[in-house]
Each structure stands twice: as structure tokens, then as C-alpha cells.
């Protein structure tokens, strides 16, 4: 079974830090697809970051990139420059052929000012 | 506004009674999904459609159904409901293309209690 992994419950960062958010998962797949969604107290999810599990170049958006590991099937989110409306629940997912987006359970982010 | 409309934004019924969730997707995207999320056990998917038909299917009870019509609106029928059933129910849509490519875009959910 694909499995996603967030370790880290909660994380707190102060305003104009740097933070990363970790995530592991583990499948047998070798094509697949990782993304980062970002739910604030609205609780609307948001894409924030996709990732192709073939292409080695690590995803940018903004302020938000990942450090991808194949190997260690290893999945990071950094957000620098943090800002107070990235106070939000963050999930990481993937999607293989045989699968739609599975998530993990999550990582609160309180972004302090 | 992310284009996937769900509707509606809350829904408060007794056990034992039957909702019916409706979504319906971003213009242009074929494939609409449903994810339950609870407290305790995260966001689940339930099940796909795509352009009508039934593509994948998740964790989803047998008490629970789905649909998606020729517009392409989906609905998410639950029936005989138990209070274990209290959840915030999305709905996704996708592009077509090669899975998981665009990734996917949510609507902003319906939040059921069941009492």
C-alpha cells in the first residue's frame, strides 16, 4: 500500500524565517507525482508546489521549494521569508498510476509574528 | 473562488437520514473526486468519476454512493447516516491528462454534522 508519513505534528516559525516541512513515503512505483497542499482556518485546500517523480531538477514556487530524494523517497517543503498567511495546515500527497492523491496526516504551521 | 463549486457549505441531519452532496467542477475538467476528512483519520478518497464514469474507488462505505451526470456535476449520496459520518467532504476536479500531472483542484467542501 503507498503510505505518506509528516512527522512532524506541529511547527512554529517566526516572521521572515526559513522552515521546512518534512515528508517520507514509501511505494513501489517508480512514476509518480508529489505535491504540497496547504489548508489555512478557511480550510480550503490549495496546490502549492508539485513535484515529477522523473524529472531530478527540485520544484520552485516563490518562496516555496522542495528537496526531493528518490532514493530516500524523501519529499521536504522550505518556505522562506515566512509570512503570517502561511499559518496553515500542510499536507503532503502523491498520486501513482494505481492510486489518486494520498495524503499525509498533516503539519500545522503557526507563522508568528 | 478555485472554479470547483460544492454545494451545500453545511448540512446538519439527523442518524439514520440520507444526504446528498453536489459538486460541480472547474470548466473543462472531466474527472471529479470525493475526499472525506475527519478528525481522526485525515483526508481519504472515496471515489472518481470521469466524463460519466466510475474511474477509481477508495475507502468508500457501501452505505455511501456517487454519481456524475452528462454536465459533469457530480453528487455524493450518504445514507443512513452515523454520527462517525460528521465530516468535511471535498470535492476535487482534474484536467485529463497523464494522472496526477496538474494536480487537483478543490472546492471549498461541505462541512456535514450528523446529530
Known amino acids: 500500500a503507498q503510505t505518506v508519513t509528516q512527522s512532524q505534528p506541529e511547527m512554529s516559525v517566526q516572521e521572515a524565517e526559513t522552515v521546512t516541512l518534512s515528508c517520507t513515503y514509501d511505494t513501489s512505483e517508480s512514476n509518480y507525482y508529489l505535491f504540497w497542499y496547504k489548508q489555512p482556518p478557511s480550510r480550503q485546500m490549495i496546490l502549492v508546489i508539485r513535484?515529477?517523480?522523473?524529472?531530478?531538477q527540485n520544484a520552485t514556487e516563490n518562496r516555496f521549494s522542495v528537496n526531493f530524494q528518490k532514493a530516500a523517497k524523501s519529499f521536504s517543503l522550505k518556505i522562506s521569508d515566512s509570512q503570517l498567511g502561511d499559518t496553515a495546515m500542510y499536507f503532503c500527497?502523491?498520486?501513482?498510476?494505481?492510486?489518486?492523491?494520498?495524503f499525509g496526516e498533516g503539519t500545522q504551521l503557526t507563522v508568528n509574528p | 473562488d478555485s472554479g470547483v463549486t460544492q454545494t451545500p457549505k453545511h448540512l446538519i441531519t439527523a442518524t439514520g437520514q440520507r444526504v446528498t452532496l453536489r459538486c460541480s467542477p472547474r470548466s473543462g475538467d472531466l474527472s471529479v473526486y470525493w475526499y472525506q476528512q475527519s478528525l481522526d483519520q485525515g483526508l481519504q478518497f472515496l471515489i472518481q468519476?470521469?466524463?460519466?464514469?466510475?474511474?477509481a474507488k477508495g475507502n468508500i462505505l457501501e452505505r455511501f454512493s456517487a454519481q456524475q451526470f452528462p454536465d459533469l456535476h457530480s453528487e455524493l449520496n450518504l445514507s443512513s447516516l452515523e454520527l462517525g459520518d460528521s465530516a468535511l467532504y471535498f470535492c476535487?476536479?482534474?484536467?485529463?491528462?497523464?494522472?496526477?500531472?496538474?494536480?487537483?483542484?478543490f472546492g471549498s467542501g461541505t462541512r456535514l454534522t450528523v446529530v
Open positions: 500527497a502523491f498520486e501513482t498510476s494505481g492510486s489518486r492523491l494520498t
Open positions: 513535484q515529477e517523480a522523473y524529472k531530478q
Open positions: 468519476y470521469y466524463n460519466g464514469e466510475e474511474r
Open positions: 476535487a476536479s482534474s484536467v485529463d491528462g497523464p494522472f496526477g500531472a496538474y494536480g487537483y483542484t
